[in-house]
């Protein structure tokens, strides 16, 4: 069964995450060029791989409707869940070095995605600095998230690192025209914690932990975020419930 379906193609002009994608500075003329080296949009169903780690790369994705995880699988079996990618964003980009996908790429619910042929990216890249531009600030903002996840990884307790996870979720919530303070997590609490380093148990704790401190109120899958200032308290190291009502008297 196929779980990738060609859509009928829109322009790039008309996106509604054109200022989040590639054609951030580019004119109608150059933007209905970048219109031609796609195809033609394609729905991935809820679950399916739109590409697996070692296929060969000929596309980056653009994110035009839904939700993605990125995962890969060490030598010894072991899986390791490497990011979270919403609607305009890319796929592929960690490809570019070795020409092979990097990572299995899978939906978290139905999606939409815009095939971009990479060979005629980079010629076309080359005749229009908006758009290598735009390519190279997509490439360092990776870079930055990756640097960001380490450094949870590394210096953050299990509450902090859910604390940053989610305000880095809201964030990109905002930009995107979205409420920061009340959104639907995609992901399961398993997603969450393999992303995160941190076992399912792990998660949970965490999770009562941030609604016992009145911080962030988590029922199913969704998420409101009760006070962003003690969330980023929380994450910059005031983590102990002494520290955090003293945070609250201040902003009261």
Known sequence: MNH???????????????????????????????DLIIPQRMKVKKGAVLFHLGDPMRYLYAIHHGFFKTTFCSEDGREQLTGFQ??????????????????????LEDSEVCPIRFTQLERLARELPSLQHNLNRTLSQELVRDHEVL????????????????????????????????????????????????????????????????????????????????????VSGCSSPRKLRSVQERLC
């Not at 859509?7 to 933007?31: H, I, K, P, Q, Y």
């Not at 999770?207 to 969704?222: C, E, H, Q, T, W």
């Open 86 to 107: 919403m609607p305009g964003e890319l796929l592929g980009i960690d490809a570019i070095s070795s020409g092979d996908y990097a990572c299995d790429a899978i939906a």
């Open 151 to 234: 450094m949870w990884m590394g210096n953050l307790k299990a509450q902090e690192r859910l604390g940053a996870f989610l305000l880095d979720l809201a964030t990109r919530m905002q930009r995107r025209g979205y409420s920061p303070h009340a959104f639907v997590l995609r992901m399961t609490r398993e997603d969450i914690g393999a992303y995160l380093g941190l076992r399912l148990e792990t998660v949970c704790r965490a999770i009562a932990y941030l609604r016992n401190n009145d911080i962030v109120r988590i029922s199913g899958r969704a998420v409101e975020i009760v006070s962003q200032e003690r969330l980023k308290a929380l």
């Open 4 to 34: 990738c379906l060609p859509l009928r193609s829109e322009s790039c002009a008309n996106c509604r995450v054109r200022e989040l994608c590639l054609l951030v500075g580019l004119d109608t003329a150059d933007a209905r060029r970048l």
